[in-house]
């Protein structure tokens, strides 16, 4: 008797290997992958009914095809095993490596079918650019800005077709700007209220927060202001805050509790603008939670400004929102302007997550460093500034795959919204 080993890149192949030389009622002993592809262990079905029939006849050491024996310490006892086995046994053994085969097989065609999209996608995707190369020179620019390719691509497919790069340019930084919701005066220092200002470490709360009071007790007077903090846990944190109400003359009080803060909100409700620097937590912390729900049930209507870092990556804005926009978001103050390389990375997340944008900062300097958000300025800042060489420009043929691939654009997958109608002026 020979037991015949089969190996070949893929099931398929292998089963066809064994099909041609043994026929189609040819018993599968076993299979596995290896470092070389699929192994098939197949018997010829006239050797295998020849050992059923003399059961008691404890048939050769099976010799491997090619001169290859078998181990006669595993294999041997697992083939008598196999023969002596009752028919139904032999059924379900022979019918759980069929299944194992099929689902190999099936992995295979599944492989094979995103190959292939993916090769018919960028072979439409060359097709576009030969008909449209303005419109890929748009795209790249806004690439290149830091904008998502999401809302690249969907941006650039409601493009007028006839336009040239010039037209399109314009239309698209009209249509951006529309969709870039700010508020471009000082609405927060004119109505007042009660601003919590909430982000994660490092983005610039407590500067922000000094900046925001600077410019009440401008318009209206340090005895018009107050200053709270929530940070006890950061070493040092509060001080810096209380550093900056001395320059201003604003008292400023330390929160421990949300009891402690509606009780401190009550002492302070003629004032007319109280703003509370919260202490700085990842995104991923399950104390955001906590936070927020301090902040909501103090009894008090206070607003909740995310503030966002613009040197931040994209996804880790994402996350940002997400974690925070759960309980609603008055609006948001984008800080570091000068830090980073590509302001349309922070611009893109306001406008897909579709939050209102009131100022933007750009320093240290209190009040000086912090403007109300202008979204002509800022979107004309951006396409101005020449991106340059760097290791993430994209080359044509990465250009391609990456525009080209279907993942990239389901805004649906991250809560993102359509963009809001043109405007052509």
């Known amino acids: 008797m020979k037991v015949k080993r089969y190996i070949a890149p893929t099931s398929k192949e292998a089963l066809r290997q064994v099909k041609e030389e043994l026929g189609v009622d040819a018993v599968i002993l076993s299979n596995r992958k290896t470092k070389d592809g699929v192994e098939i262990m197949a018997l010829a079905d006239s050797e295998m009914s020849s050992l059923v029939e003399t059961p008691s006849t404890v048939p050769n050491i099976p010799q491997y095809e090619h001169h290859k024996a078998l181990d006669t310490t595993e294999s041997y006892p697992k083939l008598l095993s196999l023969i002596h086995e009752p028919a139904e046994a032999q059924k379900v053994s022979s019918d759980a490596m069929s299944a194992s085969l099929a689902h190999d097989i ?89 601003y919590a200002l909430i982000g994660p470490t490092g983005v610039g709360k407590t500067t922000t927060t000094a900046k925001l009071a600077a410019r009440c007790v401008i318009r209206h007077g340090a005895d018009k202001v107050a200053l709270l903090t929530t940070d006890s846990y950061r070493i040092g944190g509060h001080e810096q805050l209380r550093i900056y109400g001395q320059l201003l003359g604003v008292p400023v009080r330390t929160i421990k509790d949300t009891d402690d803060l509606q009780l401190t909100l009550s002492e302070l409700k003629n004032k007319h603008m109280v703003l509370i620097d919260t202490v700085g937590m990842s995104q991923r912390d399950h104390m955001v939670t906590q936070q927020i729900a301090m902040l909501s049930n103090c009894g008090a209507d206070v607003k909740r400004m995310l503030v966002l870092s613009a040197a931040s990556n994209g996804k880790t804005l994402d996350e940002v929102i997400s974690a925070y926009q759960k309980n609603g978001i008055y609006g948001c103050i984008i800080t570091k302007v000068d830090e980073t390389a590509s302001l349309g990375v922070a611009l893109d997340a306001v406008i897909r997550r579709k939050l209102m944008l009131h100022y933007v900062a750009n320093g240290q300097k209190v009040p000086e460093d912090i403007h109300a958000a202008n979204p002509r300025y800022l979107l004309h800042r951006i396409f101005k500034s020449s991106p340059g060489d760097s290791a993430f420009t994209l080359q044509d043929a990465e250009f391609a795959l990456i525009m080209a691939s279907k993942n990239n654009a389901e805004s649906s997958r991250t809560g993102e919204k359509s963009l809001a109608g043109f405007s052509h002026d």
Do not use: C
Request: glycine share 4%; proline share 2%.
């Open 106 to 194: 099936i992995a295979e065609i599944h492989a094979m079918k995103s190959t292939l999209e993916d090769q018919l996608a960028t072979v439409a995707w060359g097709n576009f650019t030969q008909r449209r190369p303005e419109k890929m020179k748009l795209l790249r620019a806004m690439l290149d800005a830091g904008f998502s390719p999401s809302l690249s691509r969907r941006l650039v497919d409601k493009l007028t077709v006839d336009f040239d790069y010039e037209q399109s340019l314009k239309q698209a930084m009209s249509a951006l700007a529309f969709n870039l919701h700010t508020v471009a005066s000082d609405e927060i220092v004119e109505k007042g209220g009660v």
